[in-house]
Nanobody, 119 residues
Framework: VQLQASGGGLVQAGGSLTLSCLAS????????IGWFRQAPGKEREVVSCIRSSDGSTDYADSVKGRFTISSDNAKNTVYLQMNSLKPEDTAVYYC?????????????WGQGTQVTVSS
């Protein structure tokens, strides 16, 4: 049972990236998957979350209107489309699973993928 995050990279401000979180060992049908980020010297913060039960989503205020979370249950993958990227979006991004499906308590974490936005 694991999550694998990918898709990070270096992009200029204003650019876009799409992160992927592949779930293996379980079927994404009852869980919630959240994206988090941690910048150097800062605490980890939640970016977004999607609940498989009804497809409802949450976003941090700092990314609303720029980031979109989505899921492809057939591929057991959750995506984070990031547009209009800013230097302050630079961080290691992690995906995590809440097996109760609530976007509250995350029991399984992926390894993280680096996103660097240059000004």
């Amino acid at each position: 049972v694991q999550l694998q995050a990918s898709g990070g990279g270096l992009v200029q401000a204003g650019g876009s990236l799409t992160l992927s979180c592949l779930a293996s060992g379980f079927t994404f049908d009852k869980q919630a998957i959240g994206w988090f980020r941690q910048a150097p010297g800062k605490e980890r913060e939640v970016v977004s979350c999607i609940r498989s039960s009804d497809g409802s989503t949450d976003y941090a205020d700092s990314v609303k209107g720029r980031f979109t979370i989505s899921s492809d249950n057939a591929k057991n993958t959750v995506y984070l489309q990031m547009n209009s990227l800013k230097p302050e979006d630079t961080a290691v991004y992690y995906c995590a699973a809440d097996f109760r499906g609530l976007c509250l308590v995350y029991a399984l974490w992926g390894q993280g993928t680096q996103v660097t936005v240059s000004s």
